[in-house]
């Protein structure tokens, strides 16, 4: 199991992504205040459906549940399905603890 938090400071919310690794799925829950990422708070992902952009499963289900543009939980999403996939690995993830934008 995956656990990430994403601080999304500009709009003021917190997000708790919960990811679980279910054959050639992950199951996506998040714990969130947001109405617009509620609507994309239990997701099953398909592992050949998050390569690119164009054609992402995550990306699809964020723009029908009416995310903002600049959202960065649909890249948690991708991170913690990436780690349950193993194609991120999880000691490195927890060296790194966080990644970051940064507005200089």
Do not use: W
């Not at 919960?18 to 799925?25: L, Q, R």
């Not at 790194?96 to 934008?101: H, K, Q």
Request: charged share 20%; aromatic share 4%.
């Amino acid at each position: 199991m995956t656990d990430i938090t994403v601080n999304s400071r500009i709009c003021g919310f917190k997000h708790k992504i919960h990811g679980t690794k279910d054959g050639k799925n992950v199951t996506i829950k998040i714990e969130t205040d947001c109405p617009k990422v509620k609507n994309i708070s239990d997701l099953e992902v398909p592992m050949m459906q998050m390569f690119g952009i164009k054609d992402n499963y995550v990306i699809g289900k964020a723009q029908e549940g009416n995310c903002c543009a600049t959202c960065i939980v649909p890249s948690g999403i991708l991170h913690a399905c990436s780690l349950e996939f193993g194609l991120i690995s999880q000691t490195l993830a927890k060296g790194v603890e966080n990644i970051s934008i940064e507005f200089k």
